[in-house]
């Protein structure tokens, strides 16, 4: 199975590649208009300096990252939503109703877009997220060192500090008033 996602993997790479490269119109276009991770991340790599490109082996490595984290992800988030659905019926036959009426307004399949706009739909969606986070923590290692300008507080948009000893002295204090 790896070997066939990684050969269909690497097939989709070079065709948009070299459609790009080439100017195969039709798929250049697609690319350039695409919204999808691999489309991104190659005209980004076509388009950034020489020092920053990185290998086709490293933009293929990211995308099996991508791919396998969204599958695990996306199995375990629907596991938590039936989960939580099966738990409270009543909020289950008031998101089936939602759907039963919008199936019947389309004739039985709902488009993507009328699906996604589906406002009970979208409050189950953000609840279970909000819940039972997939990710709740991604680590991140730094390719090379950097220093930070700690010598002075940081200041945010409305040019207060953004000390966490502050914030949380003006949320203690706050909400002892």
Known sequence: MVDTWHWTMTRIFEEKKRALMEGDEALANQVEQAKDLLSILIKANIDASEEDKVSDEEVLGQMSSFIFAATDTTSNALSRTLHLLASQPEIQERLRAEVTEAREAHGGDIPYDD????????????????????VPMVPRISRQDIILPLLTPIKGNDGRDNSSSQRYEDLYFHSKC
Request: aromatic share 4%.
């Open 115 to 134: 699906l996604v706009s589906l406002p009970f739909m979208d409050a189950v969606c953000r609840e279970t997220l909000r819940l039972h986070p997939p």
